[in-house]
Nanobody, 118 residues
Framework: QVQLVESGGGLVQAGGSLRLSCVASGTIFSIKSMAWYRQAPGKQRELVAE?????SANYADSVKGRFTITSAKNTAYLQMTSLKPEDTATYYC??????????????WGQGTRVTVSS
């Protein structure tokens, strides 16, 4: 099993930046892919950024050029810049021993709330 703990969320003004972290513990040697998803109130959880196994990072069109996903050892990061009010959501880190992280499988954190004020 893998446990994930996110941190770094908070309240920021539009145009500001935040860096989210996701620390993995447990059977982390099996991890091959990681991703960040987000869910705004009343909306479905959506992919923000991912690093599939053996591939380069992918981003949602809405965050391209503003967000960057990286990883180091047992930690995944999401650097968010030029934040917009529409980026307000709870951000979830996901990891999997499969090629890609998908909703409904793998390992997930509890989420960290990001609020962007206008």
């Amino acid at each position: 099993q893998v446990q994930l703990v996110e941190s770094g969320g908070g309240l920021v003004q539009a145009g500001g930046s935040l860096r989210l972290s996701c620390v993995a513990s447990g059977t982390i040697f099996s991890i091959k892919s990681m991703a960040w998803y987000r869910q705004a109130p009343g909306k479905q959880r959506e992919l923000v950024a991912e690093i599939p196994s053996g591939r380069s990072a992918n981003y949602a069109d809405s965050v391209k050029g503003r967000f960057t996903i990286t990883s180091a050892k047992n930690t995944a990061y999401l650097q968010m810049t030029s934040l917009k009010p529409e980026d307000t959501a709870t951000y979830y880190c996901g990891m999997d021993h499969r090629v890609r992280v998908q909703i409904g499988r793998g390992f997930w954190g509890q989420g960290t709330r990001v609020t962007v004020s206008s």
